[in-house]
């Protein structure tokens, strides 16, 4: 049974660096056959999609275009895991932000999600 | 980037009657391979979003049955046949067809009257 554990902190001041990671079990972030992915959630902006990453035979990397001047999502195959960072955050990146599997296979199937970490962006 | 577009946005139902959803994408979802990648996701009080229906009817394994996809093109359906007290939640649609960027509905909440 595939799951991610997120971790991270929950409250970043304007301007500094978001950083989150998200442990994966029971699969590998080096899968050919999968995409891991950061999305968030807030009450003005709905669900919305920041990034992934996958690998076939190298390291791919997608990117929303709203965030894409401050994001970077990194794979570490020595831990199993990928993280995020956004860098230059405001208040209106305050969300709660999920790490999630997409499986090809299951035909793009968003299939695990992480159990969520609230982020408020405050000074 | 494709618009979804969910009605209503907030249904009140009673326990044991059917509920239905509807999706619109401001184009087509058919993607180049043949299939059409629209999933439903549900989203219980206090939960992170999980994953109930993949490419328009297949249920991810552990679904209910009462839980079902329809459609094609730009219009969808997801429809519960007899509501249940743990149905209550969020469901919001989602396209992969055309990403980057993934887009999702802005969501239906389904309350139990």
């Known amino acids: 049974q595939v799951q991610l554990q997120q971790s991270g902190p929950g409250l970043v001041k304007p301007s500094q660096t978001l950083s989150l990671t998200c442990a994966i079990s029971g699969d590998s972030v080096s899968t050919a056959s999968v995409a891991w992915n950061w999305i968030r959630q807030s009450p003005s902006r709905g669900l919305e999609w920041l990034g992934r990453t996958y690998y076939r035979s190298k390291w791919y990397f997608d990117y929303a275009v709203s965030v894409r001047s401050r994001i970077t999502i990194s794979p570490d195959t020595s831990k199993n895991q990928f993280s995020l960072l956004l860098n230059s955050v405001i208040p209106e990146d305050t969300a709660v932000y999920y790490c999630v599997r997409e499986d090809f296979w299951l035909n793009d199937a968003f299939d695990v999600w992480g159990q969520g970490t609230m982020v408020t962006v405050s000074s | 980037d494709i618009v979804m577009t969910q009605t209503p946005l907030s249904s009140l139902v009673t326990l044991g009657q059917p509920a239905s959803i509807s999706c619109r994408s401001s184009q087509s979802l058919v993607h180049s391979d043949g299939n059409t990648y629209l999933s439903w996701l549900q989203q219980r009080p206090g939960q992170p979003p999980r994953l109930l229906i993949y490419?328009?009817?297949d249920r991810l394994s552990g679904v209910p049955d009462r839980f079902s996809g329809s459609g094609a093109g730009t219009d969808f359906t997801l429809r519960i046949s007899r509501v249940e007290a743990e149905d209550v939640g969020i469901y919001y649609c989602m396209q992969t067809t055309h990403l980057p960027p993934v887009t999702f509905g802005q969501g239906t909440k389904l309350e139990i009257k």
């Open positions: 490419k328009i009817s």
